[in-house]
């Protein structure tokens, strides 16, 4: 089994601080206050700092360490445009390609833990599971540089929807326009599947949007 870099598990765990709040937008952390929070050494701090730099998380600032970025409005929207666009470009790529009920069983699954989730109320398992759904409808429209633009994205999206996910309504609206694209990805209909997808993420996004105003999380 391969071993975890320390950067990389640098990389995991700062994430996790930031998604959790633990680490609030705008607050301001040494990397050595960091490194011995996470009980390692700074050069891998650094470099992680670096890595979630480049995906928009922080901002890395001299001699005053790390700021954990806050969500601004305007990238969300920008964000939240560009994903529509692409995923909703996979969805219907995914139809053309005539794949089988195996080559689809992974979506399938990740649709049926999103149901399985909210009959239980499980809101982070509803998200775990749309993560891996949203994740493998990318990939199934076969375009690496679709799958590559939409990796720069999706921390930013997973961040707002942690932060939202417990006041938001129940996803109930969301699961069945997953089991829609599923079902029109299955049976080759290329501009169903893009149809439902874009007013899907259209849809998300204004519901993020509207939640991260009212709640004021966008200007911390």
């Known amino acids: 089994m391969k071993q975890v870099s320390n950067t990389q598990r640098a990389v995991d765990e700062l994430r996790r601080l930031i998604f959790s709040g633990e680490l609030g937008a705008g607050s301001d952390h040494l990397e050595s206050e960091l490194a011995e929070r996470l009980g390692m050494s700074r050069t891998p ?9 480049a995906q ?22 920008d964000i939240y445009d560009v994903l529509t666009e692409l995923e909703s470009l996979s969805a219907e790529n995914a139809a053309r390609l005539g ?18 989730a909210l009959e239980r109320k499980d ?3 509803w998200a775990k599971a749309d993560d891996a759904f ?5 990939r199934l429209g076969r375009n690496s540089r679709v799958q590559a633009i939409a990796g720069m994205m999706v921390d ?6 942690a932060m939202t996910l417990q006041i938001r309504p129940l996803p109930v609206k969301s699961n069945e326009d997953h089991r829609g694209v599923f079902e029109a990805i299955r049976s080759g209909n290329a501009a169903e599947a893009r149809r439902i997808h ?7 996004k204004t519901m993020l949007l509207e939640l991260l105003e009212k709640y004021r999380f966008l200007h911390l």
Do not use: N
């Open 198 to 204: 874009y007013a899907h993420r259209t849809h998300a």
């Open 134 to 138: 949203h994740a493998e409808l990318v």
């Open 123 to 125: 809101l982070e398992a």
């Open 156 to 161: 930013q999206v997973r961040r707002a929807k």
């Open 56 to 77: 928009g998380l922080v901002e890395m600032r001299p001699r005053k360490g790390l700021r954990v970025l806050a969500l601004s409005p305007s990238d969300m929207r």
């Open 99 to 116: 794949y089988s009920d195996e080559e689809l069983r992974h979506l399938a699954t990740a649709i049926s833990d999103m149901e399985e």
């Open 45 to 53: 701090i650094r470099e992680a700092a670096l890595i979630l730099e």
